[in-house]
């Protein structure tokens, strides 16, 4: 799986192929699914929902990471659906916050979560657009849904300044990853890149 992102789109991030050699995904797929958990693509995991392509999940993680350099203490994820990013994630934050607004799926990760033993990621059930205050604030922060245009308010007030956010962003189910840089001034620096496939942002259930 590692080889072919990293054959196929050319994309060059040690740490983060170091850490997915770390995450058993079959461990994050439907049982009836787990013959395809190391094939690069989106799989169903119940609840309308699904775990992201491996290669979705390494560009977000390269992005969130931003070099070597900056600060990887805390980092934020909306939209736990199985797990399986906050689980790449633990091997690169120190702590990992994950918030799931379906309550069958957090109770399925938490419950997931540890029994493969991760002691660093915490999951809690709610809407994400209000982020997680009492964690903030952010070295990143990752939004695994796709999103019309708009990015909540409190998500990019709980960010550091230096900190970086992940969306896709745009109309329709096909989305530009972007990322914003928050700049000491407040304002924030947008890169764009790439067009990926995403379920809807939950903003209710």
């Known amino acids: 799986m590692v080889d072919e992102i990293r054959g196929y789109y050319g994309l060059d991030s040690p740490l983060v192929f170091k850490a997915m050699l770390k995450v058993p995904r079959e461990e994050f797929v439907l049982p009836s699914y787990r013959h395809l958990a190391y094939s690069d693509s989106a799989l169903p995991i119940g609840h309308g929902q699904t775990i992201s392509q491996p290669y979705t999940v ?5 992005l969130a990471l931003g070099g070597r350099s900056k600060s990887r203490n805390k980092v934020l994820e909306v939209g736990t659906g199985s797990g399986y990013q906050a689980a790449i994630l633990s091997k690169l934050f120190k702590e990992v916050y994950s918030i799931e607004i379906i309550g069958a799926l957090a109770k399925e990760a938490k419950k997931r ?3 493969l033993g991760y002691k660093n990621i915490f999951i809690k059930k709610g809407n994400g657009e209000f982020g997680w205050e009492e964690a903030a604030p952010f070295d990143a922060i990752l939004i695994t849904a796709g999103l019309e245009n708009k990015i909540p308010q409190p998500l990019k007030d709980q960010l550091k300044v230096g900190g970086r956010l992940v969306v896709p962003l745009g109309e329709g189910e096909d989305k530009k990853m972007v990322r914003l840089t928050k700049l000491r001034s ?20």
């Open 58 to 62: 390494a560009f977000m993680t390269h």
């Open 113 to 115: 979560i540890k029994k």
């Open 186 to 205: 407040g304002e924030f620096r947008k890169e764009k890149f790439g067009i990926f496939h995403f379920v809807p942002f939950v903003r209710e259930n």
